[in-house]
Antibody, heavy 117, light 110 residues
Framework: EVQVVESGGGSVQPGGSLRLSCAASGFTLSLYWMHWVRQAPGEGLVWVSR????????AYADSVKGRFTISRDSANNTLYLQMNSLRAEDTAVYHCARDSLSGLDVWGQGTTVTVSS | QSVLIQPPSASGTPGQRVTVSCSGS????????VNWYQQLTGTAPKLLFS???QRPSGVPDRFSGSKSGTSASLAISGLQSDDEADYYC???????????FGTGTKVTVL
């Protein structure tokens, strides 16, 4: 079965760091573009970051540029999101998603990040 | 603040046809494929349709989409109670170098 499962969320104080993981199964993660998308409580979907299949073409939303880093481990078929200098406004459910080039076709259930003092 | 604008809500009775609009610009909808997602309460989003006429397997053909210039729309025909959800359009934006989602539309089945 093709699926992705996120982990690594939790509660952290402002200024802290977290690393999210997205374990893929049923497909080879490195052959696809992969994205992180977040959703704050009661709010809409917001794109965070993308890594292309070449592993080098990376893009970030302006709101996280310079603080978040997307990466992948091909050996472990896992996508990561390193989040530093966290702010209260980063509080959200974070989803990873596979890009089929006709849309984000595989989504995980998400992992919850809460930034609060 | 999203650059893709959708109406906050839409509604219809069972069996009716409901459309959801998505307004953008030349840097996003005008230049790229528009994707539509359905999010049922408490679940992850699900890809419904792409403006290049791609519909993932398992998605009923009651869901269809169209694009014209800098606008796109999603149509749901034969509305069912299971269709009650939030719907989002999305597209790549060349100016922002980002994938942008619409503001979202809550569809209610009356």
């Amino acid at each position: 079965e093709v699926q992705v499962v996120e982990s690594g969320g939790g509660s952290v104080q402002p200024g802290g760091s977290l690393r999210l993981s997205c374990a893929a199964s049923g497909f080879t993660l490195s052959l696809y573009w992969m994205h992180w998308v977040r959703q704050a409580p009661g709010e809409g979907l917001v794109w965070v970051s993308r890594i292309k299949s070449d592993g080098r073409s990376i893009a970030y939303a302006d709101s996280v540029k310079g603080r978040f880093t997307i990466s992948r481990d091909s050996a472990n078929n896992t996508l990561y999101l390193q989040m530093n200098s966290l702010r209260a406004e980063d509080t959200a459910v974070y989803h990873c998603a596979r890009d089929s080039l006709s849309g984000l076709d595989v989504w995980g259930q998400g992992t919850t990040v809460t930034v609060s003092s | 603040q999203s650059v893709l604008i959708q109406p906050p809500s839409a509604s219809g009775t069972p069996g009716q046809r409901v459309t959801v609009s998505c307004s953008g610009s030349n840097s996003n909808i005008g230049s790229h494929t528009v994707n539509w997602y359905q999010q049922l309460t408490g679940t992850a989003p699900k890809l419904l349709f792409s403006s290049n006429n791609q519909r993932p397997s398992g998605v009923p053909d009651r869901f269809s989409g169209s694009k014209s210039g800098t606008s796109a729309s999603l149509a749901i025909s034969g509305l069912q109670s299971d269709d009650e959800a939030d719907y989002y359009c999305a597209a790549w934006d060349d100016s922002l170098d980002a994938y942008v989602f619409g503001t979202g539309t809550k569809v209610t089945v009356l």
